[in-house]
């Protein structure tokens, strides 16, 4: 019974993880526009991928150091978050002006870009965010990495399933219906921007 406790939690901690401020808005900065469901689930998924695959990396490290990694501090990671998410947002904002002087040119390329930046910031927020995968150093103490494991991969499910079915509402809801679409994706950059500074300045997001 508390292994089932233990695992559904995990997959509750997931969903609740995927909406951290610094997740949401990260994402938000590249599916805030209109495209094809299939892209923006595209995009949204790169995210989570990068994000999951960096968690059962650091959970095979944890299980192997015996929970030595519980000490290890995250903050300098933390500020490298604040500053690729500067760095996003500087880059999608220098996009939109490029997209204003050349409308519709190199949609596909700049589709892959893209989904290669959430990739990349999936990882990052991976090792970043991984406070959650460290309540579990008495599971990895105690020599159960399968249910460390079990735990991580539910936990990596709810997370994936809450930002597809996020990314889906953008796209089928609030980009379809919403009349100034332009003006939520600068209002999206200025988040990611936002959110970045005050990762880099170490401030506790909310």
């Known amino acids: 019974m508390d ?23 990260t994402v938000s900065a590249l599916i805030v526009e209109k495209q094809p469901l299939r892209k923006t689930l595209g995009l949204a998924l790169r995210w989570s991928l990068g ?22 501090s995250f903050s300098g990671a933390e500020r490298l978050v604040g500053l690729s998410m500067i760095g996003l947002g ?9 997209r204003m002087a050349t409308p519709g040119g190199h949609e596909e390329e700049r ?13 990052l927020h991976g090792v970043a965010g991984s406070s959650s995968i460290f309540l579990l150093v008495p599971v990895a103490v105690s020599g159960s990495g399968g249910a ?11 997370m994936i399933l809450t930002m597809g079915l996020y990314s889906a509402l ?20 200025l988040v990611v921007l936002a959110v970045g500074f005050r990762l880099l300045a170490g401030l506790q997001l909310l």
């Open 170 to 189: 953008v796209n089928k809801g609030l980009v379809r219906f919403f009349r100034y679409r332009k003006q939520l994706r600068y209002v999206s950059i």
């Open 90 to 98: 500087s880059w999608v904002l220098s996009r939109e002006w490029k």
């Open 148 to 158: 460390l494991l079990a735990y991580v991969l539910l936990f990596s499910a709810g």
């Open 51 to 72: 994000h999951s695959l960096t968690l059962l990396a650091l959970a095979g490290l944890m299980v192997s150091a015996k929970g030595a990694l519980g000490v290890w």
């Open 111 to 123: 589709h892959g870009r893209s989904g290669l930046a959430l990739f990349g910031m999936g990882v």
């Open 3 to 25: 292994s089932v406790f233990l695992l559904s939690g995990g997959f509750v901690l997931g969903c609740l993880h995927a909406l951290d401020t610094d997740h949401i808005a």
